[in-house]
């Protein structure tokens, strides 16, 4: 993995391909993997994007920090990070969970540099008191499912909501190992604090960009009211509440989530590109 050194908080990220800059940030406890196995399918047919995949301090391969002690102290390294690799140019953010509650933070402080924004199942509310979330139901069950599962693996029966082993294999490739290597006294620590400083909901203006912002009908651990209360805040979003979906959205329902973020990014060309759609060639029509 590369690294970049933020106000000496070392940053561990991967990369691929070259262009627009879009920095996609993992969930609490997970890394750049689950970032980068949810978005890559995206680009597989396109050019002219670098994707940025962070372990955010604390979780993947990134060392936890002293000087990270709220969540604006984390934005704050997440901010310095983009600098560093972006520079002045103009960049697309997008995260899940936790990093889409960032990526909202990012909103307020640079979004006059963001041409767009994706935000999957993201955490708004912070404060468990005022959070509401649906009670959690299984839509879909292979019996296969719990049958396979570990002892240590057992809690996933109370999250996921389509228990098939295609979304098994999927949990075990992606989040799991990062859930296992995350540094837990720093969560711990950092957990204490229920906010940033300000509400995400209160921007001083509204959001142009375009904005995709999906979340799961039955995901009992972000739910999906609280982000339909950001929609008068992105006129340009869409915004999509998913059944026979919980916080595992991009899997449980891999087939509409791929579909509609490649639509997202498709406005985000052709919003970069005053309104025209660009062809493979780099031209316009």
């Known amino acids: 993995m590369d690294e970049c050194s933020v106000n000496g908080v070392t940053v561990k990220y991967t990369s691929a391909g070259s262009g627009l800059p879009l920095v996609m940030l993992h969930g609490w406890g997970a890394d750049h993997r689950l970032a980068e196995r949810m978005i890559e399918p995206a680009f597989a047919h396109r050019s002219g994007w670098r994707r940025i995949y962070p372990d955010l301090p604390g979780m993947g391969c990134s060392a936890p920090a002293q000087s ?16 560093s690799l972006a520079g002045s140019e103009r960049f697309v953010v997008g995260g899940v969970s936790y990093g889409g509650y960032l990526a909202q933070g990012l909103v ?7 041409d767009g924004l994706l ?8 404060d468990r008191a005022r959070q509401h979330f649906p009670p959690h139901e299984v839509r879909i069950v292979e019996p296969a499912f719990a049958e396979n599962l570990t002892h240590d693996e057992k809690w996933l029966t109370d999250t996921i909501v389509v228990q098939t082993m ?14 296992g290597i995350a540094n837990p006294e720093f969560l711990q620590r950092l957990g204490r604090e229920n906010s940033l400083s300000f509400d995400v909901r209160s921007p001083a203006r509204p ?3 375009p904005t995709l912002v999906l979340a799961g009908r039955q995901d009992s651990v972000t739910g999906y009211r609280e982000a339909l209360t950001l929609i008068e805040h992105y006129p340009h979003g869409t915004f999509a509440v998913l059944d026979s979906a919980g916080h595992m959205l991009h899997r449980e329902q891999q087939a509409v989530f791929r579909s509609l973020v490649s639509e997202w990014v498709d406005r985000v060309e ?16």
């Open 166 to 179: 295609s979304v098994l294999d999927q949990v075990r490739e992606e989040l799991l190992p990062a859930l």
């Open 270 to 285: 052709i919003g970069r590109n005053g309104g025209r759609v660009p062809d493979r060639h780099g031209k316009t029509r």
């Open 207 to 209: 959001f142009t960009a």
């Open 68 to 83: 990270i002690r709220s969540h604006d102290d984390m934005l704050a390294v997440v901010e310095g990070f983009i600098d």
């Open 119 to 126: 935000l999957v199942v993201p955490s708004v509310e912070r």
């Open 108 to 114: 307020q402080h640079m979004g006059d540099r963001i």
